[in-house]
């Protein structure tokens, strides 16, 4: 081999050489920022504070006895490829520890067994759904439980999106097969479909809702058909919580603004970022509303506006597909009034119908331990017979 041969081969080590200390620093870097994000949004207090509130979810021990638990992968995420190349996956994968990707995943009984995100009303409506005269016999359900990226990640419209279409894919091509590992041989009727969301998950049901009526993902998929929508405490375009309490605890508008500003100061610094699944039980997320009480939530969260989404949406929208928008009027995350307004402006600019119902003298997602009410029977039973 030539000297010239030997000396190409001598840098081309070097560079590579080079090429994984930058990244591997780069991980030292991201696993310490971490840390430290971490540390500003789970103060001690605040985590018990929050696992009282949340222990007593009605809708889990109803998930837990009389469902199967499954949970599958749906779509995993990465960090941005010009941040950490593909090639380099596997050197940070060893500095971290951990894999530098987040695995978004569907379980088929609905929620964990924590948090207020499993509605009661939801999930007792499809236990009890045999029941029911005027339903078929032998007629059953399936939950899905849905994960996505969350903050103090930054999170953009086009990930959600993503991360949306590849769900509603998931499901499409592989229920059945699921079904059928449980031993459950069903026919799964795709023009039956209801989508329910809490919160944040109230926006993501409304993205769902859109793309599911997009002709891109129609395609080879005739009868799949959403006949209703149910939204509680929907966070529409922007959270803006005043200064009071998260979970019993006080927080001021100056330690929230300090420590938003501490998040977002990390946030630019960091070399890359790691996505965060939503589906596992809350952790790394007792800060939730920091960014709301300091204002600053539009930093973090660059999505698309609520009313935005169906308007992109607009000329493909079924509108057979029936609204429930439940909003609690002492929400300090979402103002009941512009709720209020956007029910409005579904029913008069995109002709929909709408059912709003304000929940009296209830905080946000308070609702969640509500029982089967007469009313939620009705309003699925008649988006059913239509």
């Known amino acids: 081999m030539t000297d010239p041969a030997l000396q190409a081969i001598g840098r081309t080590k070097k560079y590579i050489f080079q090429h994984c200390d930058k990244y591997l ?24 504070a929050a696992r009282r509130v949340c222990v007593d979810n009605k809708a889990a021990h109803i998930l837990r006895d009389e469902f199967i638990q499954q949970e599958f992968g749906y779509y995993t995420v990465y960090p941005e490829e010009d941040k950490l190349p593909r090639s380099m996956r596997t050197i940070v994968e060893a500095e ?8 978004l995943k569907v379980a ?61 894919q998931w499901c499409w091509h592989n229920l059945t097969g699921v079904l059928k590992s449980m031993g459950i041989n069903a026919d799964i009727k795709w023009d ?13 049901a409304i993205l769902a809702y859109s793309l599911s009526n997009s002709p891109d993902f129609n395609e080879g998929r005739e009868g799949f058909r959403v006949r209703n929508v149910i939204l509680n405490d929907l966070v529409v375009d922007e959270q803006r919580r005043e200064p009071n309490d998260y979970v019993g605890l006080p927080i001021s508008r100056k330690k929230a603004t300090k420590d938003a500003q501490d998040v977002l100061e990390r946030l ?12 596992k039980p809350p952790t790394f997320m007792y ?54 307004a956007f029910a409005m402006e579904m029913r008069e600019i995109y002709d929909m119908e709408v059912h709003f119902q304000f929940e009296k003298g209830r905080m946000h997602v308070e609702s969640y331990n509500a029982p089967l009410s007469p009313e939620y029977i009705f309003f699925v039973e008649a988006s059913f017979l239509g």
Not at 127 to 154: F, H, M, Q, W
Not at 156 to 161: A, D, F, G, R, Y
Not at 192 to 204: D, L
């Open 25 to 48: 620093n780069a991980a030292r870097q991201v696993r310490s920022l971490n840390d430290e994000i971490f540390a500003i949004f789970n103060p001690i207090d605040n985590q018990e």
């Open 96 to 103: 971290l520890g951990h894999s530098p990707s987040t695995t």
């Open 108 to 168: 088929t009984c609905g929620e964990p067994l924590y948090g207020p995100w499993a509605y009661l009303e939801d999930v007792q409506w499809s236990n009890e759904l045999r029941s029911y005269p005027s339903r078929e016999k032998d007629i059953t359900s399936v939950l899905i439980g849905v994960g996505y990226p969350l903050a103090p990640s930054r999170v953009t419209k086009e990930q959600q999106v993503a991360c949306t279409r590849q769900c509603l």
């Open 192 to 204: 039956y479909v209801s989508i329910s969301g809490v919160s944040f998950g109230s926006y993501m």
């Open 268 to 279: 630019e610094r960091m070399p890359f970022e790691i996505p965060r699944s939503g589906s």
């Open 287 to 340: 800060g939730a509303p920091v960014f709301p009480i300091s204002h600053q939530f539009p930093n973090l969260m660059v999505l698309t506006q609520a009313v935005q989404i169906l308007k992109d949406a607009s000329a493909h929208l079924d509108r057979s597909t029936r609204f429930w928008i439940r909003q609690a009027t002492e929400d300090r995350f979402v103002n009941p009034k512009v709720m209020e």
